[in-house]
C-alpha cells in the first residue's frame, strides 16, 4: 500500500518548456488536490479534484492545467514553465474533501525552472 | 494580515522540556483546525486535529481560543524525534479548501 505516489521526484526546466507532474494514490479516496510550497510560505492549492470527474481552481491556477483522469490519478501540467513556478510541489488525497478530511500527501516533485 | 500566522522560529529546545507555540487565523467562521508535522524534505502528515474542547495525544496537547482567534500546541518532555516544521492549518469559511501556516521550525537539541 503506498498511498499518494508522484513522479518525477526532481525535475529542472528550461523557460518556456512544458511538463507533466504525475500523482496516484491507492487509498481510494475521491478528493486530489495539488499545492506548491514555497520557502516562507505556507501550501498554496493550486487545484483540486473533489471528485471524479470535477476540478476546480484553487489560489495560485495561473500558469497550471490539471486532469483527473480516473478516481486514482490527477497529473498537473506547466504548458510554459517560468522561473517563478520553482518550487516544492505535493499532491494530496482525502476521503470525502469534506473539512475534517485527513489530506495525505506524496513525497513532492523539487521542480526548477531555469 | 495573513490568513494564518505563526512564529516561524526556529524554536531550541533541551530535550525533555516542554514546548508550546500558538497560530493565529484571521477568519472568524473557520470550523476545522489542524496540526501538521513536516521533517526536512518530507511531505506534510497530520499530527492532530483541533477540537473545541482542546485535545490531547499522548505528549501533544492542542487548545483552541475562538475568542481570540488562535490555537496552540503544547509538546511535552520533548524527544529528538519531534524537531521538525509544524503546520498551523485552518479551513476557509464553509469551503473544504484549507489555509495553511508557514510552519513554526522546532529544534530539540541533545
Known amino acids: 500500500n503506498a498511498g499518494v505516489t508522484q513522479t518525477p521526484k526532481f525535475q529542472v526546466l528550461k523557460t518556456g518548456q512544458s511538463m507533466t507532474l504525475q500523482c496516484a494514490q491507492d487509498m481510494n479516496h475521491n478528493s486530489m488536490y495539488w499545492y506548491r510550497q514555497d520557502p516562507g510560505m505556507g501550501l498554496r492549492l493550486i487545484y483540486y479534484s473533489a471528485s471524479e470527474g470535477t476540478t476546480d481552481k484553487g489560489e495560485v491556477p495561473n500558469g497550471y492545467n490539471v486532469s483527473r483522469l480516473n478516481k486514482r490519478e490527477f497529473s498537473l501540467r506547466l504548458e510554459s514553465a517560468a522561473p517563478s513556478q520553482t518550487s516544492v510541489y505535493f499532491c494530496?488525497?482525502?476521503?470525502?474533501?469534506?473539512?475534517?478530511?485527513?489530506?495525505?500527501f506524496g513525497p513532492g516533485t523539487r521542480l526548477t525552472v531555469l | 494580515r495573513k490568513e494564518v500566522e505563526q512564529d516561524p522560529g526556529p524554536f531550541n529546545v533541551p530535550e525533555g522540556a516542554t514546548v508550546a507555540f500558538n497560530c493565529t487565523y484571521s477568519n472568524s467562521a473557520s470550523q476545522s483546525f489542524f496540526w501538521y508535522r513536516q521533517d526536512c524534505r518530507k511531505e506534510p502528515k497530520l499530527l492532530m486535529s483541533v477540537y473545541s474542547s482542546g485535545n490531547e495525544d499522548g505528549r501533544f496537547t492542542a487548545q483552541l481560543n475562538r475568542a481570540s482567534q488562535y490555537i496552540s500546541l503544547l509538546i511535552r518532555d520533548s524527544k529528538l524525534s519531534d524537531s521538525a516544521t509544524y503546520l498551523c492549518v485552518v479551513n476557509r469559511d464553509s469551503n473544504y479548501q484549507l489555509i495553511w501556516g508557514a510552519g513554526t521550525k522546532l529544534i530539540i537539541k541533545p
Open positions: 494530496a488525497a482525502s476521503g470525502y474533501g469534506t473539512a475534517t478530511d485527513t489530506q495525505y
